[in-house]
């Protein structure tokens, strides 16, 4: 069945521009999460939601950053008035069930950000 | 704090050779422990997962963890290394935050070459 996916695949943005990066998880999935991996790193949770509640946006680096899933599918992350140090590859992740302690998290291929 | 450390950055076997990927960990009680896969341009895949069961976990394409609570390690082995083994491999642990939400927490990945 289908995966995890995410779009775009690459975006390349100007210093000061808005971008929303989109992912779609696996059908059925209740829970959905948002990573950064900067280079040379592993991913770092953002954010996390279950169906459409936003449980957890501990991991937000700054309130240029927020996170939405309206409808308990699709999510957007959007970042405002981005900056050279917001480049980086964003992932998400879905997961079937709740927020447990061995529940596996299903990876997208990630959107790479570069802010120029 | 939770942490995950995997000892090498860069791992280089011979195809047909044993392979031995370091993870060390640190939790607050029993965690989760997870090996994923990282293709070039594909998300991360899922290898294994520790949860609490044998100790001795397998995964997929034959690769293979042992949990020992004693070293805190999580080390990855495959007993003969193939050219498609080649790939970034993160160790992961699951473990509860102040927050109440079960994270993910990554290391920073090891990078395995195979040579012919």
């Known amino acids: 069945g289908a995966g995890v996916s995410q779009s775009p695949r690459y975006k390349v943005t100007k210093r000061g521009q808005d971008v929303a990066l989109r992912c779609d998880p696996i059908s059925g999935h209740v829970s959905l999460y948002w990573y950064r991996q900067a280079l040379g790193q592993g991913p770092e949770f953002l954010t996390y939601f279950n169906y459409e509640a936003q449980q957890d946006k501990s991991g937000l680096p700054n309130d240029r950053f927020s996170a939405e899933r309206p409808e308990g599918s699709i999510s957007t992350l959007t970042i405002q008035r981005t900056e050279q140090r917001d480049s980086a590859m964003y992932r998400c992740?879905?997961?079937?069930?709740?927020?447990?302690?061995?529940?596996?998290?299903?990876f997208g291929p990630g959107t790479r950000l570069l802010v120029l | 704090a939770q942490s995950v450390t995997q000892l090498d950055s860069h791992v280089s076997v011979s195809e047909g050779t044993p392979v031995l990927l370091r993870c060390n960990y640190s939790?607050?009680?029993?965690?989760?422990l997870f090996w994923y896969v990282q293709h070039p341009n594909k998300g991360l895949q899922l290898l294994l997962k520790?949860?609490?069961?044998?100790?001795l976990v397998k995964g997929i394409n034959g690769f293979e963890a042992e949990f020992k609570k004693s070293e805190t390690s999580f080390h990855l082995t495959k007993p003969s290394a193939h050219m498609s083994d080649a790939a970034e491999y993160f160790c992961?642990?699951?473990?509860?935050?102040?927050?109440?939400?079960?994270?993910?927490?990554f290391g920073t990945g090891t990078r395995l070459k195979v040579l012919a």
């Open positions: 992961v642990v699951s473990d509860q935050a102040s927050s109440g939400t079960y994270k993910y927490i």
């Open positions: 992740a879905s997961s079937l069930g709740y927020n447990r302690v061995m529940e596996t998290q299903y």
């Open positions: 939790s607050s009680y029993s965690p989760s």
């Open positions: 520790y949860t609490s069961a044998a100790t």
